[in-house]
């Protein structure tokens, strides 16, 4: 039994060795090759052109330095954000002369390009001009705002074996034909980038331009840069709706198995992290449903009589937005004062009108004395609206109740809309605001309906925002017009101030939007708290969550909710 064991040692330590051996004569001399390139990227230009149909241009400037001594730079690995390109739609050119081979790089996601007789020599410097076209499926829902395109993209960067020094790097982005200059949204920039936002301008075709530009990048790390802009400027069914956290896990474990499927303990930590962060999203989506049990149980009929703040409770609206609701309510009826919107502050004001609701009343008594706002008063005000109206919905249809209201916020949008008067148009959107606000589309509805002609400033626009004077607060350049007597129902016509209707909309969806974002610290816990109340968790029950990811040295692994993650990386 010995002899045996030991003639079977021997042989597989034989065949370990032929292994070893093949392994060494299949990927040595590349390894070996690949060691031997040694550069600098002096400069790397990429622009982004958003076009309308969803897909992409992109127009890359690299300007390489080859080290004395090293390889020559005879090809140039390109990281692309995904696989919905043709190869018949990139072109490459190296210092002017086209490249002589395109074609898929073996080392990243994304092409390479052969530079044939304009290979860079050592101590030599040479610019690489590569364009490519029509790249799809770049356009992801906006995970903030769902009348919103968002993409984000990261400009391709080289392997930190092969690159050194610093590289002078600038990302453009130009946004659709259209998108006016109040409309679009930059992202925050990469940590460590020395702008905080990015230069904004208008480019040669009249298209918005973002400028992000660092003297000092690192050639060899990943920069994410994004922007967002309102979705009717590109065509239907151009903008994707966010992945699945499970799809973002079966993506980042399939890029991360992709590139480094020669270590089995990496993907089986990258697994567990999955699941942990699974477990995170699914808690943290749990948190944010706040409607009791009770109030789904169907009854029969349509519940009347709800206000427009009751209804946003019972389709379950994010509660920062349902506090926004109530405040604007009390602007309309003069019962508060908007001292800042960033950060908030606010007053009450005295005496206080009649007639308020309770929810109301308990929200001027969260101010405090320097105008912020109590979450914890907000927070017991929150409960006892949503049990409010779960004691109205007894033995009432939620789903007819809630189609009911969802018809009174579609017939409140066409009143406004199919008024060709500016003023009676201006007035019947100031009645009917709470209930506009319901709509998904609120933002873009707005803008499109005041995008022409005036808008008479409505009678608490002086409460919204005091400092600033009718004529500077609609934006710059706004002008204040003569006004024009509109009857306030009380038998005394009161003038009220024209504003440019672009200039209004902007000013106002911009408002809503820093209101809903500021009113408190942190959306996820204050809806966690009210939901730990009114909807609580079952003893021994859990949730799931997500996780997503992306590298350079392993292959992209990018799935992300609310953008187009463009991972691009790699190089030789």
Same mark, same amino acid.
Not at 53 to 76: E, Q
Not at 173 to 199: I, M, N, T
């Given at each position: ?23 060494? #004569? #299949? ?8 060691? %031997? ?17 969803? @897909?992409? %241009? ?17 090809? *140039? ?5 995904? +696989? ?29 390009? $052969? ?11 040479? +610019? ?41 790097? +600038? ?21 460590? $980038? ?8 208008? %480019? ?76 995170? $999203? ?15 149980? !169907? ?7 709800? @206000? ?24 309309? &009826? ?82 406004? !809309? ?33 995008? +022409? ?7 608490? $626009? ?21 006004? &024009?007597?509109?009857?306030?129902? @009380? ?17 106002? *969806? ?17 809806? @966690? ?24 040295? /392993? ?11 463009? /991972? ?5």
């Amino acid at each position: 039994m010995t002899h045996i064991t030991n003639v079977n040692w021997k042989t597989c330590v034989k065949l370990l060795l032929r292994i070893l051996v093949l392994y060494g #004569l #299949l990927f040595v001399p590349f390894s070996t090759h690949a060691q %031997d390139y040694s550069f600098s990227l002096d400069k790397e230009v990429v622009a982004v052109w958003v076009n309308q149909d969803g @897909s992409i %241009d992109l127009d890359y400037w690299f300007t390489f330095t080859c080290d004395r001594g090293a390889h020559p730079i005879d090809v *140039v690995d390109v990281g692309l954000p995904n +696989t919905h390109y043709q190869l018949s739609n990139v072109s490459a050119y190296v210092d002017g002369i086209p490249a002589i081979k395109i074609g898929k790089s073996d080392y990243v996601d994304g092409v390479e390009v $052969w530079l044939g007789s304009k290979e860079i020599s050592p101590g030599d410097q040479g +610019t690489v001009h590569v364009v490519i076209k029509n790249i799809g499926r770049m356009l992801y829902e906006d995970s903030q705002d769902a009348n919103y395109a968002s993409i984000q993209f990261s400009p391709t960067w080289f392997d930190g074996q092969f690159v050194h020094g610093t590289t002078d790097l +600038t990302v453009r982005f130009h946004l659709p034909p259209g998108v006016q200059p109040e409309e679009p949204r930059w992202h925050g920039s990469p940590s460590g $980038w020395p702008q905080e936002q990015p230069d904004a301008m208008m %480019d040669d075709e009249g298209r918005v331009l973002y400028v992000w530009r660092h003297g000092s990048a690192a050639p060899d790390r990943q920069y994410l840069f994004g922007a967002s802009f309102p979705k009717q400027y590109v065509a239907e069914g151009a903008v994707q709706s966010p992945p699945s956290g499970f799809e973002v896990l079966l993506g980042a474990i399939w890029g991360f198995a992709r590139g480094c499927c020669c270590n089995p303990l990496a993907i089986i930590v990258l697994i567990a992290a999955g699941i942990v962060g699974l477990s995170v $999203w699914g808690d943290r989506r749990r948190k944010m449903q706040y409607l009791p049990p009770s109030m789904k149980i !169907e009854g029969v009929g349509v519940k009347r009589g709800l @206000s427009a703040v009751e209804a946003a409770i019972l389709l379950e609206i994010p509660l920062n937005k349902v506090l926004t609701m109530i405040l604007f309510g009390l602007l309309k &009826k003069g019962a508060i004062t908007v001292l800042r919107d960033d950060p908030l502050k606010v007053q009450a004001n005295e005496p206080l009108p009649e007639g308020l609701h309770a929810y109301e009343e308990k929200f001027l008594e969260a101010v405090k004395k320097d105008g912020t706002l109590s979450e914890s008063k907000l927070r017991t005000m929150m409960v006892d609206l949503v049990k409010t109206v779960n004691k109205k919905m007894k033995g009432f249809s939620r789903k007819e109740t809630i189609a009911y209201y969802r018809d009174i916020v579609s017939r409140a949008w066409k009143q406004v !809309e199919e008024t060709d008067a500016p003023e009676v148009r201006s007035q019947r959107f100031d009645e009917d605001l709470e209930w506009t606000m319901l709509d998904d589309n609120f933002d873009d509805r707005t803008r499109r309906v005041f995008r +022409t002609g005036p808008v008479y400033a409505p009678l608490w $626009w002086g409460y919204y925002r005091p400092w600033a004077t009718a004529t500077s607060s609609a934006g710059s350049g706004s002008r204040q017009g003569s006004g &024009k007597a509109i009857s306030t129902g @009380s038998g005394k016509p009161i003038s009220m101030p024209t504003l440019p209707g672009a200039a209004f909309a902007a000013t106002f *969806v911009r408002g809503v939007e820093r209101t809903a974002g500021n009113i408190v610290g942190n959306v996820t816990g204050f809806t @966690s708290g009210v939901t730990k109340v009114t909807n609580p968790l079952p003893q021994g029950s859990s949730s799931g969550g997500r996780s997503s990811g992306g590298g350079s040295s /392993c292959a992209c692994a990018c799935a992300c909710a609310g953008c187009a993650c463009a /991972c691009a990386g790699g190089g030789r």
